[in-house]
């Protein structure tokens, strides 16, 4: 499981005027202009919001910085505030974004919560290991999240209803479009190997076929922070060295000593590498990032 978030609030998180509780009047769920406040943790579902919901919402990630790492995150007042303003909050789930259920403890009873990990109808507890909570990279699972996200705006919202239902219906058929080029890409990359740093992007590399060589104790200890023992690194760097993978999957956001030691072996050995993320890269929306991506593993694995 992912390594939860610090939590570090400031003592005034708790200020009346700070936040609402459970017990206060409940918050407006719009902006000062008429739009749907939504709070999303990180812009990765902050920009699928926006995406559904056009011009009539006013969308806060929380974690917008292409360059944070959201395992140091520490969340802050200005967090608790937007929360407490909020007409929908959208987290992760499955553990990833943890801070935003202890903000949410102090939000207002009318704030609704989006649970993408639950609306991704993916099975959270399968039967050949941990749940990968890195649910971004699956497309059709984005797709059903985005019909929950519509659901959702539609109830706060109903006057946007068809407004909403349109744009989720232009999102939904540009995902397809990115799973028909997967399904292309499938045709050259299935069985070759991958190697990881972590699992992010796991659910993408299994829909291009390609087949996880990285040995789970490596990947596990990097996710959760932990040294990696030297005869596990010994074997992830010779998945490169002997070049018996096709591309490394490295995640540019969470980099140590460890994780660099594997991407200079790989560039030593001449192995392409896929920077893959956890927030929005600079200037990109969410379909032009997992586009990059896709095209970044075509040339890969051509």
């Given at each position: 499981?992912?390594?939860?978030?610090?939590?570090?609030l400031l003592p005034?998180?708790?200020?009346?005027?700070?936040?609402?509780?459970a017990g206060s009047?409940?918050?407006?769920?719009?902006?000062?202009?008429?739009?749907?406040?939504?709070?999303?943790?990180?812009?990765?579902?902050?920009?699928?919001?926006?995406?559904?919901?056009?011009?009539?919402?006013?969308?806060?990630?929380?974690?917008?910085?292409?360059?944070?790492?959201?395992?140091?995150?520490?969340?802050?007042?200005?967090?608790?505030?937007?929360?407490?303003?909020?007409?929908?909050?959208?987290?992760?789930?499955?553990?990833?974004?943890?801070?935003?259920?202890?903000?949410?403890?102090?939000?207002?009873?009318?704030?609704?919560?989006?649970?993408?990990?639950?609306?991704?109808?993916?099975?959270?507890?399968?039967?050949?290991?941990?749940?990968?909570?890195?649910?971004?990279?699956?497309?059709?699972?984005?797709?059903?999240?985005?019909?929950?996200?519509?659901?959702?705006?539609?109830?706060?919202?109903?006057?946007?209803?068809?407004?909403?239902?349109?744009?989720?219906?232009?999102?939904?058929?540009?995902?397809?479009?990115?799973?028909?080029?997967?399904?292309?890409?499938?045709?050259?990359?299935?069985?070759?190997?991958?190697?990881?740093?972590?699992?992010?992007?796991?659910?993408?590399?299994?829909?291009?076929?390609?087949?996880?060589?990285?040995?789970?104790?490596?990947?596990?200890?990097?996710?959760?922070?932990?040294?990696?023992?030297?005869?596990?690194?010994?074997?992830?760097?010779?998945?490169?060295?002997?070049?018996?993978?096709?591309?490394?999957?490295?995640?540019?956001?969470?980099?140590?000593?460890?994780?660099?030691?594997?991407?200079?072996?790989?560039?030593?050995?001449?192995?392409?590498?896929?920077?893959?993320?956890?927030?929005?890269?600079?200037?990109?929306?969410?379909?032009?990032?997992?586009?990059?991506?896709?095209?970044?593993?075509?040339?890969?694995?051509?």
């Amino acid at each position: 499981m992912r390594r939860l978030l610090p939590l570090a609030l400031l003592p005034a998180l708790v200020l009346a005027g700070c936040s609402g509780t459970a017990g206060s009047p409940a918050a407006s769920s719009s902006a000062s202009d008429g739009r749907v406040s939504v709070v999303a943790s990180t812009d990765v579902w902050g920009d699928v919001v926006k995406q559904v919901g056009g011009s009539d919402v006013a969308v806060t990630s929380i974690i917008d910085d292409p360059t944070q790492d959201p395992h140091e995150y520490q969340a802050t007042t200005r967090d608790q505030l937007a929360v407490s303003r909020a007409g929908l909050v959208v987290v992760n789930g499955g553990g990833y974004d943890d801070f935003l259920s202890q903000l949410l403890k102090n939000a207002p009873g009318s704030t609704k919560t989006l649970n993408a990990v639950d609306a991704s109808g993916l099975d959270t507890e399968p039967a050949d290991g941990e749940f990968n909570e890195h649910v971004w990279y699956d497309l059709p699972a984005v797709s059903k999240v985005a019909a929950a996200v519509s659901a959702e705006l539609s109830r706060i919202d109903p006057s946007g209803a068809a407004t909403f239902e349109s744009n989720l219906q232009t999102f939904q058929g540009r995902l397809k479009d990115l799973e028909a080029t997967a399904a292309d890409i499938r045709r050259t990359a299935e069985g070759k190997g991958v190697a990881i740093t972590e699992p992010v992007p796991l659910y993408m590399t299994e829909a291009l076929g390609l087949v996880n060589k990285t040995p789970e104790a490596f990947s596990e200890a990097v996710e959760e922070g932990d040294d990696v023992a030297p005869a596990v690194l010994k074997e992830e760097l010779d998945l490169l060295r002997e070049q018996q993978v096709a591309v490394l999957a490295y995640n540019e956001q969470t980099s140590d000593s460890t994780t660099e030691q594997v991407l200079a072996a790989a560039k030593r050995a001449g192995v392409p590498v896929v920077g893959v993320r956890e927030t929005l890269p600079s200037g990109k929306d969410y379909l032009a990032w997992m586009q990059d991506d896709l095209q970044q593993f075509r040339s890969a694995v051509a």
